[in-house]
């Protein structure tokens, strides 16, 4: 530990933990252990590569680790696939439910009641990582940066209601999207930006969620309808799809090594004969 000024209480002179930007767990969700190297595959300054090391510093004091990973944290990561083909219970949920809104792209629920889905533990957990995306510069002890968020006059705002002070702004939409197929990507990308015209957009992806967050005084009216603090979740495949291709393009763009090229055969190799339909 070192001390110094918790970032989410200010409190000064304080034990600070070896705080972790993307949760460690996620991290563990992504290995393969069939693989002789089973560390997870990220795209970083340098290319594509395995790592070992993850997104960390000295942020915050041991009651806001508490209060960050009892308040939504926890609970989220015990309820995403733990492996590709693995059950994924927010999926299962839904299938047993009627839209409230369906179109061509995206079907709309209310999960208001439905044992599976404890909602403000999501919205919980999702403004906490766009929150500690804009409090702290995020790197790996290699040097390998996330992108920087910027809350503007919202941050403050959120760091007071993951401490329970207040309420979000009413001009913060978050949304939740879930991962429709049986085969959901184990990956993960940190939060980034992906601004509209409208309003300000930031998203990042764990193992079956998508999480959203919009602001500012124009945030479109179909947006407004995806509120999760609503009780409101998605199936979008647009977005789904968008998160495939992005993945997808990041790898083909870099030139891969053989070593790096070996050990994509040997994934897919493995998923093959290890995947359901």
Request: glycine share 6%.
């Amino acid at each position: 530990m070192q001390i110094g000024s918790c970032k989410l209480c200010k409190r000064e002179s304080q034990q600070l933990c070896d705080s972790h930007y993307l949760p460690k767990k996620v991290y563990g969700v992504m290995r393969a252990p069939q693989l002789k190297s089973p560390h997870p595959v990220a795209l970083g300054e340098n290319g594509v590569r395995q790592l070992s090391d993850q997104l960390r510093d000295y942020v915050f004091c041991k009651d806001c680790e508490r209060c960050l990973n009892e308040n939504g944290e926890r609970w989220v990561l015990a309820n995403i696939p733990q492996d590709y083909g693995a059950p994924f219970p927010l999926r299962t949920a839904l299938e047993t439910l009627t839209p409230v809104f369906v179109n061509k792209e995206i079907d709309l629920y209310n999960v208001a009641g439905v044992s599976a889905f404890e909602t403000h533990k999501l919205v919980y957990f999702a403004m906490s990582m766009f929150w500690r995306g804009a409090i702290h510069e995020w790197q790996t002890p290699r040097g390998s940066k996330a992108p920087r968020i910027e809350l503007c006059a919202y941050e403050e705002p959120i760091r007071r209601f993951l401490l329970g002070e207040q309420g979000l702004p009413l001009q913060v939409i978050l949304t939740v999207g879930i991962w429709h197929a049986k085969k959901v990507l184990q990956a993960a990308h940190v939060p980034q930006p992906s601004h509209l015209a409208e309003c300000q957009r930031y998203w990042f992806y764990v193992p079956g969620i998508i999480f959203s967050i919009y602001f500012g005084e124009r945030v479109p009216a179909d947006v407004l309808q995806r509120d999760a603090t609503k009780n409101v979740v998605g199936v979008d495949v647009p977005e789904i799809t968008s998160i495939w291709e992005i993945t997808r393009s990041q790898i083909q763009a870099r030139e891969l090594g053989s070593k790096m090229k070996s050990m994509f055969n040997e994934i897919a190799a493995i998923r093959k004969t290890t995947s359901p339909n």
